[in-house]
């Protein structure tokens, strides 16, 4: 039995720790032995982890704060002055030790691919995911002194697996490695998603329903989702948009809706289930600025649920141009077009819907387990 360590920051509730949790779960079905190590301890998804994956968490490398160099923490994946300075062999000792693994992945950009550049297990497969378009992504040198380092550090990958065509264009122009990237989408629990959407939601919808769900953040683009429902409420048109998630603009949109009288907002907040809004809801929305691949267009298009996105990389891989969803330029003047096109044909949502529907095979996760273990060495 094969035995694969994946590091990732944590299993709080976002895209890429769902996409872990899927792949954990789908190796350790077909046999493998699987461990994630996660450097924070935000455990959302924990209990989403099948029973035979191993969870390990791994706290940062405690240290004294010295008077003038304070160990500083960023809010957002930058971990510390120490893991900065210190050498990827320095830090695999540190997390890994003298365990041995036949496959280490590093799962997310910064500590997790300094970390297994620094492996000391020369029989061991390495590979990196890149889950984010590194020409408008920040955190790129999280943890790294410099660009240079990162690129040494990819370097030391067999492969490194880019999540759309377009996330892997935009690696190999900033870090190069052309030879050793591979484009593979993400896996999506299909069945699990179908199951979870019959289940009732709980609050009330007796009118036009616009959904979008993500972490409440400048990147997703919710600032103009919101400036753009003001100008079709301005405009007469009668509609609710429901947003799940939270994040750190939460408060800041929230004060905004009310200054400015938005009551057919609803912020829905954290919901273990968000399949069943997508079910429910009229119309899915992607807003962002940037994506790497973007797992809730994909979704709603399981559920056959019409999807407007703003033409960004990864949805528009997703949506293969606009065939399968409408594509809006990137602002503020496109969504409000987009939404109001929808909200003014019904034939516009019900061919969408059409569409969705014929985009589902598309999903297929056997074919993107059969690419990732081929990348170990094996069929199996």
């Known amino acids: 039995m094969k035995t694969i360590l994946f590091i990732l920051p944590s299993l709080t509730l976002g895209g ?110 390495k590979l990196a995911w890149v889950h984010s378009d590194f020409k408008l992504c920040g955190g790129v040198t999280n943890n790294f002194k410099s660009l240079e380092e990162v690129k040494i550090a990819y370097s030391k990958y067999d492969s490194i697996v880019c999540v759309s065509h377009q996330t892997e264009k935009s690696f190999n122009e900033v870090i190069g490695l052309q030879g050793k ?21 709980n609050i009330e919808k007796n009118k036009f329903t616009v959904l979008s769900v993500g972490h409440l953040t400048e990147a997703k683009g919710y600032d103009r989702l919101i400036e753009a429902v003001k100008r079709l409420n301005q405009n007469g048109f009668d509609f609710d948009l429901w947003l799940v998630g939270y994040g750190e603009d939460e408060d800041k949109l929230k004060e905004y809706a009310k200054e400015n009288e938005l009551n057919n907002i609803n912020f829905l907040g954290y919901q273990k289930n ?80 059409q569409k969705a529907g014929l985009r589902k095979p598309f999903f297929d996760g056997e074919n993107t387990y059969k690419k990732i273990i081929n990348l170990f060495g094996e069929n199996k």
């Open 181 to 201: 990237t591979v484009t593979i989408y993400n896996m999506l629990p299909v069945e699990k998603i179908l199951s979870a959407a019959q289940e009732p939601i």
């Open 16 to 125: 890429l720790e769902r996409v872990q949790v899927t792949l954990a779960n789908a190796l350790a079905d077909k046999g493998y032995d699987v461990t994630v190590m996660v450097l924070e301890n935000r455990l959302d998804l924990k209990n989403e982890l099948d029973r035979r994956v191993h969870l390990i968490y791994k706290p940062y490398k405690p240290h004294k704060v010295m008077r003038r160099i304070p160990y500083i923490r960023h809010k957002f994946y930058d971990d510390g002055m120490w893991e900065t300075r210190a050498t990827p062999k320095k830090l695999y000792k540190y997390y890994i030790g003298n365990e041995k693994f036949d496959i280490e992945v590093g799962f997310f950009r910064g500590l997790a691919v300094k970390v297994i550049s620094g492996s000391t297990n020369k029989a061991s497969k």
């Open 274 to 353: 968000p399949y069943k809004y997508m079910k429910a809801a009229d119309l899915y929305v992607c807003s962002s600025r940037y994506e790497g691949f973007n797992l809730t267009v994909a979704e709603a298009l399981i559920l056959e649920t019409p999807v407007l996105s703003t033409d960004c990389t990864g949805p528009a891989e997703i949506l293969d141009g606009g065939k399968y969803g409408m594509l809006v330029d990137n602002s503020t003047d496109g969504l409000y077009n987009g939404i109001r096109s929808f909200l003014s044909n019904t034939d516009l949502l019900d061919a969408y819907c």
